[in-house]
């Protein structure tokens, strides 16, 4: 089993929707999440981390933590054609290095 | 402008040759990493630097090697012995592993 799951997509919505895009995680260690958005053939760029359980907030972008489920959420209201692109999540039990999960493909369309 | 720069952008090699893979950064950033992407598979983490002069072995680093010499430059030197080469190559710096900042990254061909 792999310590970081996520479905890989594609995730094909029409624009102005609310998207979810989820991971779930098995060592129970993990203290930081995050969340990278990667255009296809650039490098990821680090949208939003969040320490612990909680939420927090960045614009249209909204990051979940559930650390007793293993489960964290990235939603983006009122998305944009321009948000087409691979969403990455990552964790890290400390302040070592990032297990990220194989990325989930969102096309929003017009 | 501060960031990470990879280069080249596109290599190709045949089969058999060494390569090495340029990384520089300018944000200061004491921590480097090499992460391999192949599809359907993620980031892999290759090798890591949290200091000059020193380096660690991630989780795929047989068939590669790096040097860290100086603070903004993290060279990935992928030998003949890697099996499968091909790939997109990422270069990331950090000063704290869970905000890494990484460059545009190396697309590979090897035939």
């Known amino acids: 089993q792999k310590e970081v799951e996520q479905d890989p997509g594609p995730l094909s919505v029409p624009e102005g929707a609310i998207v979810s895009l989820n991971c779930t995680y098995s060592n129970s260690a993990f203290q930081y999440f995050m969340w990278y958005r990667q255009y296809s053939r650039k490098g990821p760029e680090l949208l939003m981390y969040t320490y612990s359980s909680g939420n927090k907030e960045d614009g249209r972008f909204t990051a979940q933590v559930d650390k007793s489920s293993k489960y964290i959420s990235l939603f983006i209201r009122d998305s944009q054609p321009s948000d087409s692109a691979t969403y990455l999540c990552?964790?890290?039990?400390?302040?070592?290095?990032?297990?990220f999960g194989t990325g989930t493909r969102l096309q929003v369309f017009p | 402008d501060g960031g990470i720069t990879q280069s080249p952008k596109y290599l190709f090699r045949k089969e058999g040759q060494n390569v090495t893979l340029s990384c520089e950064q300018n944000?200061?950033?004491?921590?480097m990493y090499w992460y391999r992407q192949d599809p359907g598979q993620g980031l892999r983490l290759i090798y890591y630097s949290q200091i000059v002069n020193d380096f660690q072995k991630g989780d795929i680093a047989e068939g590669y090697s790096v040097s860290r010499e100086k603070k903004e430059s993290f060279p990935l030197t992928v030998t003949s012995a890697q099996k499968n080469p091909t790939a997109f190559y990422l270069c990331?710096?950090?000063?704290?592993?869970?905000?890494?900042?990484f460059g545009p990254g190396t697309r590979l061909t090897v035939t």
């Open positions: 990552a964790m890290s039990r400390n302040t070592d290095k990032l297990i």
């Open positions: 944000l200061n950033h004491d921590a």
């Open positions: 990331a710096s950090s000063n704290v592993a869970y905000e890494q900042y």
